[in-house]
């Protein structure tokens, strides 16, 4: 029903195909070892402003840097998450247990 409501555009079928991925039992990596180092401190301080909702001007402000360095902290969050957007970012960081 979840894969069926992002094909027809009501939600983002990235964060669908997350939430469904999800792993279960024993094998699960929302432990905090593995993925503790997964970002800097500063990528989680942008990722954190990222899941509420901030643009990238507005967490400049917020974390005293360029809106360019918060876009590479973003595109390199990204690349560590495996996710495309903003939405997907944060979702996989909260089941990681990194937000």
Sequence with gaps: MLMAEAYAGRH?????????????????????????????RRERDVLRWVSLGASNKVIAQKLAISPSTVRTH?????????SST??????????????
């Design 12 to 40: 983002d079928a990235e964060v669908v195909a997350a939430l469904l991925n999800k792993p279960r039992g024993r094998e699960s990596r929302t432990s905090a070892a593995p993925s503790a180092g997964l970002l800097s």
């Design 86 to 99: 903003r939405a997907a970012a944060t979702l996989k960081a909260m089941h990681l247990g990194l937000l």
């Design 74 to 82: 973003i595109e390199s969050v990204f690349r560590k998450l495996e």
